[in-house]
């Protein structure tokens, strides 16, 4: 049942943009893989084997640790509705973080957000979709507020002191390549 592409076609971009979420999948070659789901309005596609995504803080680093090691990452997103289907893109990605060069070019992309820390430009080159249809049906309700509040309360310094202590190291204890 699964179809396999070497790019984005127009109808996967329409099914990429009607989803609220989706997973980001990486793997260093030892140690743990990291999957994460991501939200909000924080992934594009801008090319037929190019997307990017900005990544806002969290309590772990997994995905930055990663490509460090190995370049290589999954995105899925899957249909919780009426449409079962279920879409991947795999490929490679590198990390552009917070006030690096390039940062400015790609972050213009996506609407201001306090606490945007990285964003990832990943080439795809396979675009997989299967059928998802023992995905369950879920109601989407709305984003939380709860991430852009906390980043609110401890403002642009906090928040990178929060970098600082809690987004060097991954759970593997590998660092992620936050600037000092």
């Known amino acids: 049942m699964a179809k396999q592409f070497s790019c984005f076609e127009p109808a996967h971009q329409a099914f990429i943009q009607e989803q609220p979420i989706y997973f980001v999948g990486t793997a260093a070659p030892e140690g743990r ?5 991501k939200g909000r309005d ?27 090691q190995a370049d ?25 973080h917070h006030g690096e060069p390039g940062w400015d070019e790609l972050d213009r992309h996506f609407p201001s957000e306090l606490g945007a820390r990285q964003i990832f ?4 080159d396979l675009v997989q979709t299967s ?17 852009v509040k906390w980043a609110e ?13 809690k987004n060097r190291r991954s759970i593997d204890g590998f660092p992620t390549g936050m600037p000092e």
């Open 131 to 147: 059928c998802g249809y023992a995905v369950p049906f879920m109601d989407y309700r709305s984003e939380r507020d709860t991430l």
């Open 42 to 68: 924080s992934l594009r596609v801008i090319g037929p084997n190019r997307l990017v995504w900005r990544n806002l803080t969290g309590s772990g680093n997994e995905t930055a640790a990663h490509l460090l």
């Open 153 to 165: 309360d401890r403002g642009e310094d906090g928040v990178e002191r929060y970098w600082q202590e």
């Open 121 to 124: 430009d990943m080439t795809v």
């Open 33 to 37: 893989v990291n999957v994460s789901p």
């Open 72 to 96: 290589r990452m999954t995105v899925m997103w899957c249909s919780f509705t009426t449409r079962p289907l279920i879409l991947r893109a795999y490929g490679t990605a590198t990390v552009i």
